[in-house]
């Protein structure tokens, strides 16, 4: 993630989501994959995570800036949800992370 800060007041920071490509490994590793994480709202002010894939050892939300906002923890089932009506409007992150692998989302809260 690119963080571009300045004094545009409608897009400040201004993010940017980047990806890249990395060299082949040289040895093979067997491992479940992760499948999926899947991030939507639900009506009454809820966001709703979606996982499939190895078991979750840690679940978090950060803000934009890097702060822990929210610790889910240990995830004990593929489904968990988010309350956000006393969260303010931004961009946001979910890391999830497995025994060796994390995923990081990132999301926007609009009230």
Request: aromatic share 8%; proline share 6%; glycine share 8%.
């Amino acid at each position: 993630m690119l963080i571009i800060e300045s004094n545009d007041p409608r897009n400040n920071p201004y993010s940017i989501v980047l990806s890249g490509r990395g060299a082949g490994a040289t040895g093979v590793a067997i491992e479940q994959e992760l499948k999926a994480l899947q991030v939507r709202v639900i009506p009454d002010d809820r966001v709703e995570f979606r996982w499939e894939g190895v078991p979750i050892v840690n679940a978090e939300i950060r803000d934009i800036r890097g702060r822990l906002v929210h610790r889910f923890g240990a995830v004990p089932s593929a489904i968990w949800q988010w309350d956000i009506r006393d969260v303010p409007s931004g961009t946001y992150f979910v890391r999830v992370e497995t025994a060796t692998k994390s995923v990081v989302i990132p999301f926007q809260i609009v009230h």
